[in-house]
């Protein structure tokens, strides 16, 4: 939406998938598989991206990453 005088405004839906096999702002790596979503936004002004914002469900790849596994105390099939 927009015009060519006052520029072009875009968004985009989109999602990833990952494991999280480094460290940094969510610490060690666990090895956990995450699914990401999202969207990044754009300003286009003469063809060329002049603005960006994005978001992306952070709260849930914490989740994902620090979550407790069920299974994690059940190592000899024991119940």
């Known amino acids: 939406m927009g015009s060519d005088a006052d ?9 990833a998938v990952g494991t999280h096999r480094g460290h940094g702002i ?9 699914h990401l979503w999202g969207i990044t936004q754009h300003r ?3 063809g060329r991206i002049t603005e960006e914002w ?3 469900n952070e709260f849930e ?3 994902q990453i ?3 596994d069920p299974f994690a105390d ?3 099939g024991e119940s």
């Open 54 to 56: 994005m978001m992306f």
């Open 61 to 63: 790849v914490m989740q």
């Open 44 to 46: 286009i002004v003469g």
């Open 74 to 76: 059940d190592r000899h």
């Open 7 to 15: 520029g072009f405004l875009s968004s985009v839906r989109w999602s």
């Open 26 to 34: 969510y610490g060690r790596p666990t090895g956990r598989r995450v």
């Open 66 to 68: 620090y979550r407790d």
